[in-house]
Nanobody, 121 residues
């Protein structure tokens, strides 16, 4: 089965930095679009950043210039470097892959279990 395992969340002070990692398995990683979503209490899950297989990246407006998504295809891992964190960044962050398993002829979304990021003084 496809597994997306996030790590790197935690408690950080405003202005601090955190690096999230998502290790993927069971999926054709090189041809998958990877993304990071977040969901704060009482709010809808939103796309934070995405990276296509071709290297194109997109960011939610509020994180533009502060967050950087990157991927290491050799390690089947996607990262989210978060700098200058703000209290409003507090949320559960989810790794997402839109791709296919080796034996599938269709693509779909796969999700990690989430990792908590709390920005507080």
């Amino acid at each position: 089965q496809v597994q997306l395992v996030e790590s790197g969340g935690g408690l950080v002070e405003p202005g601090g930095s955190l690096r999230l990692s998502c290790a993927a398995s069971g999926i054709r990683f090189r041809t998958s679009t990877m993304g990071w979503y977040r969901q704060a209490p009482g709010k809808q899950r939103e796309l934070v950043a995405s990276a296509t297989s071709g290297g194109n990246t997109n960011y939610e407006d509020s994180v533009q210039g502060r967050f950087t998504i990157s991927r290491d295809n050799a390690k089947n891992t996607v990262y989210l470097q978060m700098n200058n964190l703000k209290p409003e960044d507090t949320a559960v962050y989810y790794c997402n892959a839109n791709g296919r398993r080796w034996l599938d002829d269709y693509t779909r979304d796969y999700w990690g279990q989430g990792t908590q990021v709390t920005v507080s003084s």
